[in-house]
């Protein structure tokens, strides 16, 4: 062994080993184990922490610490270690999570039931993904004016066609294939019958499981699940009587006697000290739309280019830095993206391609990992999706504004002077000529097959014609696809990645996060520069679920 792994085996030991420590000093402080504790339940728990929207991460008084899953779940598996520890009681206190991170949860929270501790969820007021939550412990609880809005899952898609026509805009497309609804709220007034088809299909899936999930942990059957959720909203007294409450108390008369969770983790055995090696699992996260060049932050609420994104540069030198480091193992991709640019999807494409010549690569899906987010991820050596993932998308599509009219109508006009045919493709000012528009077909139907090759070679296949189209599917109908390999959590994935690696159970986790760019409101050419993607593959129809 080299002398700079013996020191950073050092260093990474001491790390742990000085926490073991501590915990163990702690542990011997005098004081009364609860037998009872409360965990305030808020935010939306993210795999990775959150970058700042600002350049310099500013402190905000009063601004709640954001909470990773990775966070809780060691809370509460160090929480299932104190046996004194009786029951755990769940405060919501604005859980925005989305169902994926549900999911994750509620897998915890059966793992401490498992281990025999009584878990209470309290709510003011339940709404279809608390309920789904909740759903998972032993008692569920509101005051008695609570009231249970689980009305269950809805889609629902607003179309711009109408406007752009009354202001002028022409929208000019190629898409592959019927099912790439992308275009659709831009081009169309309401649903076509492959769109309907593609959002009742996805929609059905996800209403069963959460229907089945809930009437599981209530221990009910799915058909009174669906009698009360067609009766609903529904108040604390009907709720009780349908099995969805287990009690009507005010928050006061649950925590009366109970103290912070944080009070009963120092109880917990202290974690055995460690003289293990440095080999670990690299964590590399793909989440926000997948753009050309480096990753941005872009703090504008603009669609599809607001907040984060996940340039292909970037993250195709992290996963390169990851295979090329002796000590990394395996590597997890977590991806959590709509797609955007096909041609940076490709260049991820093709690192995730040569990382899994060297060691194993786990890609494990967020809320959303379509189109671009299918496409890096499916030469992965395993895939992990959530039954709630919205994925597939396999699909591209190319646009084109003409704007000729509405410029007439604001009194603008344009001269150009060009020196090739070509000059001006693409310009606002006019519509695509025929030689254009064959191009942006032939360039479409390119980046079509390119993407259907890399998923027919990635998953085994021979033929996915009917899995393409741009057809999106729930995670649950991935599976059935055989598009992903497990439905599970990130943490799932983490262990089938050490699995995969012979690594052991407690082998470290590196996060390897690559840094984003600031992009400023005023930096307008970057902005556009953003917009000049020509082909898409992404899944930006902004489907509304609740």
């Not at 073991?20 to 965990?39: C, D, N």
């Not at 929270?109 to 007021?125: H, N, P, R, V």
Request: a negative charge; hydrophobic letters at 40%; charged letters at 20%.
């Amino acid at each position: 062994m080299d002398f700079q792994k013996q020191a950073r085996n050092f260093l990474e030991n001491l790390g742990h080993n000085s926490t073991a420590l501590l915990a163990k000093g702690l542990s011997l402080i005098p004081g009364e184990i609860p037998s009872t504790v409360y965990l305030e339940l808020r935010g939306d728990y993210p795999v990775f922490t959150p970058p700042s929207p600002l350049p310099l991460s500013i402190p905000i008084p009063g601004q709640k610490k954001t909470v990773t899953l990775e966070e809780l779940r060691d809370q509460l598996e160090i929480l299932g270690k104190v046996p004194a520890v009786k029951e755990l009681i769940i405060l919501e206190r604005g859980f925005s999570g989305g169902f994926v991170a549900a999911f994750a949860i509620r897998a915890m929270l059966e793992q401490l039931i498992a281990a025999g501790k009584t878990i209470t969820f309290y709510a003011d007021a339940y709404d279809n993904l608390t309920i789904y939550l909740a759903s998972a412990c032993t008692n569920v609880v509101t005051l008695s004016e609570g009231q249970l809005m689980t009305i269950g899952l809805a889609g629902r898609v607003q179309f711009q066609a109408g406007t752009f026509k009354k202001i002028g805009i022409e929208v000019e497309y190629e898409r592959r294939a019927e099912y790439k609804n992308a275009v659709n709220q831009l081009t169309e007034t309401a649903l076509t019958p492959a769109h309907r088809e593609n959002i009742s299909t996805v929609l059905g899936s996800l209403s069963q499981h959460w229907l089945e999930t809930i009437a599981s942990g209530r221990k009910l059957e799915p058909e009174v699940v669906k009698k009360a959720i067609d009766a609903a909203p529904l108040l604390s007294e009907e709720a009780l009587e349908h099995g969805l409450l287990t009690r009507i108390a005010f928050e006061d008369e649950l925590t009366l006697n109970a103290k912070p969770l944080s009070e009963a983790l120092r109880f917990a055995p202290a974690p055995a000290l460690r003289w293990a090696d440095s080999s670990s699992v690299a964590i590399i996260a793909i989440e926000g739309g997948i753009a050309d060049g480096e990753s941005k932050n872009n703090p504008l609420p603009i669609p599809i280019l607001g907040g984060q994104s996940a340039g292909g540069y970037s993250i195709a030198r992290a996963i390169r830095s990851a295979t090329q480091n002796e000590n990394i193992k395996a590597i997890v991709l977590f991806v959590n993206s709509p797609g955007g640019s096909a041609l940076a999807s490709e260049i991820i494409w093709r690192e995730v391609t040569r990382a899994k010549t060297v060691k194993p690569v786990v890609a494990v899906m967020g809320n959303v990992a379509a189109s671009g987010g299918y496409y890096v991820a499916c030469n992965a050596s395993k895939i992990v999706a959530a039954p709630t993932t919205i994925t597939g998308s396999i699909g591209v599509f190319n646009l084109h504004f003409n704007n000729a009219q509405l410029w007439e109508k604001l009194g603008f006009s344009t001269e150009t002077i060009k020196f090739a045919e070509h000059s001006d493709y693409a310009s606002s000012d006019r519509a695509l000529s025929a030689s254009e528009r064959d191009n942006m077909n032939r360039a479409v139907q390119r980046v079509y097959d390119t993407f259907k090759t890399r998923v027919a070679n990635g998953r085994n296949m021979t033929d996915i014609e009917n899995l393409a189209k741009g057809r999106i599917w729930s995670g649950t109908q991935a599976l059935e696809h055989g598009l992903v390999d497990e439905l599970g959590t990130i943490f799932d994935g983490i262990r089938m990645a050490k699995t995969l690696a012979g690594l052991p159970a407690d082998a470290l986790e590196v996060h390897v996060t690559p840094p984003a760019q600031y992009i400023a409101p005023t930096d307008l050419k970057t902005i556009s520069r953003m917009l000049e993607t020509r082909i898409w593959a992404l899944m930006p129809e902004q489907l509304e679920i609740r």
